[in-house]
């Protein structure tokens, strides 16, 4: 596979979408295309993540074309190119049209109550009142305003950014952390001090704080590194989240094959593990025994990785440390069991869900992390094509009927669900959910946790449920024929439901209700959508590259939607640990059941004959909904490949 040059549409040149060092080709063909010129403009709308060496590279570029003679002008640059112009100073040298210069904002007072009144975030009153309040409990006003939560996080930070005169910066958001950057400061100090190192040019550093006026923080960074260190602000929470990438890019990639010995308790052990799990971004965590050794593994973007290996003896304290911090029977180990632990560390606040099994070497544990501050993301940045998620929100507002999402365990479904419920949920309906468990909280809706102990199951709770006037009920899980059957009742008497279910695609949804027994024809008329989902990899976009896919591929993948031509392969760097990949996106394959679809379930029909009509009538493949994320440059054709099945 040969990289490809930029291509220019329509004879408009663009930045690429990343300013980094894995795509100077692209830079190369961008500066070859304006060479000669006196003049050239250039669209920088597309700049969605930079790095310091992608950045210096490019700004080398730019001054060199100067001095040959090529007057350059970029023309709607990103929010990211903005930020990082603004934050290393570089307003005299970035050649952006003064037209697209963000404005210059007038300076707040330095004391924080009067710049919140001339910011317009509160009234006078409510401003004196939280000055007392501060003042009895002998605390500072920015503390108050953040524990009652008066004054967002951002806007604080927004407000403290015009009170120095200082940009405002997301680095983690607007994809301008360099975990690369060699600043030889411990990660201790930097956790300590509140300080996020996270673009570099030349001899310039730029830095984010949570508190501006902390001038000591930025001299301990400014003596470690010799630097020109130029401050930004940002959120308590962005600092935590950045630090945590460059703590995981630090990593091995590589777990260590030795036996940790480092004389720590179970108690001590199990708080670092979950620390570490945190900070990994890990959505399970592993105990395993073995022969002779007990294997910790981290889930991270859908695999698992070796993080450690303990002896018997520290394996065994740390499982039954987990079976008492979870409220099990630390005597039983004959038999599985399940528990919930909540974990809280600074900002962060998890549940984990555990699980115990007896093995031949002994007891596994299994955590399964739950975010209890996660939000759930709007729909409209789950990637949808743009008919699927017109099809699904036509679903989800509708009075009555079904809607199920389909998939193997860990695809996000419930995910999926929560963000549908998020925008259905309004003071004028009753929304209601039956769990197991209770994965995220979410205002506004009554939601129920199923208890096996207690007798408590999804029939009872469903039963008991249609008896407080809902609008909307949303099932953890369809199983079995009980809960089948009460959610098609449910449907039928004019509620609207929402589901998951176990199926490998959608149209194989109806086939399996009718299977647990439920009639077709009450299928036919309940079901209104089904919707099957995986997540695929995504490209980690400091080091993705740009490669020529061979004709016979493209060959073979052209009627699923494969474009010819220039796609992205996995590369490998410290921000994504070497594996070329970071986080992970949705593919969907979204069935709208019409009037055809419903006569063919009313007749039992099988799962192939279901899916040729939804073919027929306009749905998306998972394969090709898969290759439509490769044509954006969002995966490679082998994670599409691995979530739909070959052409």
């Given at each position: 596979m040969s990289a490809s040059p930029l291509p220019q549409q329509a004879g408009t040149l663009r930045l690429p979408d990343s300013i980094s060092l894995?795509?100077?080709?692209?830079?190369?063909?961008?500066?070859?295309?304006?060479?000669?010129?006196a003049?050239?403009?250039?669209?920088?709308?597309?700049?969605?993540?930079?790095?310091?060496?992608?950045?210096?590279?490019?700004?080398?570029?730019?001054?060199?074309?100067?001095?040959?003679?090529?007057?350059?002008?970029?023309?709607?640059?990103?929010?990211?190119?903005?930020?990082?112009?603004?934050?290393?100073?570089?307003?005299?040298?970035?050649?952006?049209?003064?037209?697209d210069r963000p404005?210059?904002?007038?300076?707040?007072?330095?004391?924080?109550?009067?710049?919140?009144?001339?910011?317009?975030?509160?009234?006078?009153h409510t401003v004196d009142t939280l000055r007392e309040s501060a003042h009895e409990r002998g605390i500072g006003l920015r503390h108050l305003l953040l524990e009652h939560e008066r004054v967002g996080p951002e806007r604080l930070a927004e407000v403290n950014a015009r009170q120095h005169d200082m940009p405002m910066v997301r680095p983690v958001r607007d994809r301008l952390l360099d975990v690369t950057i060699d600043h030889q400061i411990p990660l201790r100090d930097l956790r300590t001090h509140g300080v996020l190192p996270f673009l570099q040019l030349e001899d310039k550093l730029a830095v984010a704080v949570a508190d501006p006026s902390n001038v000591f923080a930025i001299d301990v960074v400014r003596q470690a590194t010799g630097l020109k260190v130029v401050p930004a602000v940002t959120t308590e929470a962005e600092i935590q989240s950045g630090l945590d990438l460059i703590q995981r890019s630090a990593g091995k990639a590589d777990a260590s094959a030795t036996l940790v010995e480092d004389g720590r308790g179970a108690a001590e052990r199990l708080d670092a593990t979950l620390l570490n799990a945190?900070?990994?971004?890990?959505?399970?965590?592993?105990?395993?025994?073995?022969?002779?050794?007990?294997?910790?593994?981290?889930?991270?973007?859908?695999?698992?990785?070796?993080?450690?290996?303990?002896?018997?003896?520290?394996?065994s304290s740390l499982v039954a440390r987990i079976k008492v911090m979870a409220d099990c029977d630390i005597s039983e180990k004959r038999l599985p069991q399940d528990g919930r632990i909540h974990f809280q560390h600074g900002t962060r606040d998890v549940d984990l869900r555990v699980n115990t099994l007896p093995t031949v070497h002994g007891e596994k544990a299994v955590m399964r992390i739950l975010d209890r501050t996660q939000q759930s993301p709007k729909l409209d940045s789950f990637g949808f094509a743009k008919h699927d998620l017109q099809a699904l929100r036509d679903s989800i507002h509708a009075p009555?009927?079904?809607?199920?999402?389909?998939?193997?365990?860990?695809?996000?479904?419930?995910?999926?669900?929560?963000?549908?419920?998020?925008?259905?949920?309004?003071?004028?309906?009753?929304?209601?959910?039956?769990?197991?468990?209770?994965?995220?909280?979410l205002d506004g809706v009554n939601q129920t946790q199923v208890n096996q102990k207690a007798g408590l199951n999804f029939g009872l709770c469903l039963r008991a449920l249609l008896r407080q006037d809902p609008d909307v009920i949303m099932i953890g899980?369809?199983?079995?024929?009980?809960?089948?059957?009460?959610?098609?009742?449910?449907?039928?008497?004019?509620?609207?439901?929402?589901?998951?279910?176990?199926?490998?695609?959608?149209?194989?949804?109806?086939?399996?209700?009718?299977?647990?027994?439920?009639?077709?024809?009450?299928?036919?008329?309940?079901?209104?959508?089904?919707?099957?989902?995986?997540?695929?990899?995504?490209?980690?976009?400091?080091?993705k590259t740009r490669v020529e896919l061979p004709g016979e591929v493209c060959e073979q993948y052209a009627g699923n939607g494969l474009k010819p031509g220039t796609s992205y392969a996995a590369s490998g760097c410290p921000a994504c640990r070497g594996t070329g990949?970071?986080?992970?996106?949705?593919?969907?394959?979204?069935?709208?059941?019409?009037?055809?679809?419903?006569?063919?379930i009313?007749?039992?029909?099988?799962?192939?004959?279901?899916?040729?009509?939804?073919?027929?009538?306009?749905?998306t493949s998972l394969l090709a909904d898969g290759i439509r994320r490769v044509n954006e440059g969002v995966t490679t054709l082998e994670e599409a490949i691995r979530c739909g099945g070959t052409a």
């Open positions: 894995s795509r100077t080709e692209d830079l190369e063909a961008l500066f070859a295309a304006c060479a000669g010129q003049s050239v403009e250039i669209d920088a709308s597309q700049v969605r993540n930079i790095d310091s060496r992608g950045f210096e590279y490019l700004m080398n570029g730019f001054e060199q074309l100067n001095l040959d003679g090529t007057r350059v002008l970029l023309f709607t640059p990103s929010s990211p190119l903005i930020t990082a112009m603004q934050c290393l100073r570089l307003d005299d040298r970035l050649p952006i049209r003064s037209e404005p210059v904002l007038s300076e707040l007072p330095l004391d924080l109550g009067a710049a919140i009144l001339e910011s317009g975030l509160l009234d006078a945190l900070i990994e971004g890990a959505s399970d965590i592993h105990i395993e025994p073995c022969e002779g050794h007990h294997l910790l593994r981290f889930r991270v973007d859908g695999r698992l990785r070796e993080v450690e290996r303990l002896n018997p003896e520290q394996g009555h009927g079904m809607v199920l999402v389909t998939g193997p365990t860990g695809s996000g479904k419930t995910t999926t669900l929560y963000s549908v419920l998020a925008e259905v949920v309004s003071p004028e309906i009753n929304v209601a959910t039956v769990e197991n468990p209770v994965e995220r909280s899980e369809i199983r079995d024929h009980e809960t089948a059957e009460i959610a098609v009742e449910a449907s039928l008497t004019g509620h609207l439901v929402l589901a998951t279910l176990h199926t490998n695609d959608a149209p194989s949804a109806a086939t399996r209700l009718i299977q647990m027994g439920i009639e077709p024809f009450l299928v036919s008329a309940t079901l209104r959508m089904v919707m099957a989902q995986r997540l695929v990899r995504a490209l980690c976009p400091s080091c990949y970071s986080g992970r996106r949705g593919v969907f394959e979204v069935m709208a059941v019409d009037s055809e679809m419903r006569d063919l009313a007749r039992n029909p099988s799962s192939d004959e279901a899916r040729e009509l939804a073919l027929q009538h306009g749905m």
